[in-house]
């Protein structure tokens, strides 16, 4: 089956086929599912701007979600040629992006617990779990191993993320810290479950324990 490939210009809104739309790295000229890349858009003054959910006006340009890939976008001026006119390009560009994926995926964490979507605590989330309501498992990447070795082993095939600390989970969470977080089946904690996904990606991180 060919893959589908909408025009740059086309939207953000048309309908997935098969795996979703793919979009071309402007870096390495892969073809990718929008899930694995991010897309920046010319801004006011020309100014090069991440669009994190892919939802701002203007032709797209997209890149796989990678810090390096955006380094490398910068260094070769690859946004200038892709957009065919001259482009600013801040300085902490690349930072810009994990800041922005760290804060959505936080926002998201934080619209999951409100819907009921999202157990937190380990009594709480270890009785989750032996319930079988899990889908995904949210550690915080400064607890002991010890705490996760007992809550991964209660649900070996969840997908298992570590992306931010107690502390960063907590306040999400509106709490003071969240070291064990279970996500359960829910649309948010879905789109939670890839959004996490693609910011430890881009951040270069490898949990060979982890299943992504």
């Known amino acids: 089956m060919a893959e589908h490939i909408e025009p740059e210009n086309s939207g953000d ?3 997935d086929q098969g795996a979703g739309p793919v979009r071309r790295c402007i ?3 892969e073809l990718l599912v929008k899930e694995e890349m991010v897309r920046f858009v010319v801004g006011p003054g020309n ?5 994190i959910q892919a939802r701002l006006p203007g032709r797209g340009i997209w890149l796989s979600a990678k810090r390096t890939v955006v380094e490398t976008a910068c260094k070769k001026n690859l946004f200038a040629k892709a957009a ?3 482009v600013r390009l801040p300085d902490d560009l690349a930072n810009q992006v994990e800041k922005l994926m760290s804060q959505r995926c936080l926002n998201l964490l934080g619209l999951a617990r409100r819907a ?3 157990v937190a605590g380990f009594e709480k989330a270890t009785a989750c779990l032996r319930r079988g309501e899990g889908a995904a498992l949210l550690a915080a990447n400064d607890a002991s191993a010890a705490g996760k070795n ?3 082993a209660l649900a070996p095939d ?3 993320l570590e992306a931010f600390s107690g502390d960063e989970l907590g306040a999400a969470l509106g709490r003071a810290t969240a070291v064990h977080v279970v996500l359960t089946h829910g649309r948010l904690a879905e789109r939670l479950t890839v959004e996490i996904a693609r910011l430890i990606d881009y951040r270069g991180e490898i949990d060979a324990s982890s299943t992504v």
């Open 27 to 29: 870096v390495s000229g």
């Open 47 to 51: 100014e090069i701007v991440p669009d």
């Open 158 to 160: 969840l997908v298992r």
């Open 150 to 152: 007992k809550v991964n």
């Open 13 to 15: 809104h048309a309908p």
């Open 84 to 86: 065919r006119r001259s």
């Open 116 to 118: 009921g979507e999202v």
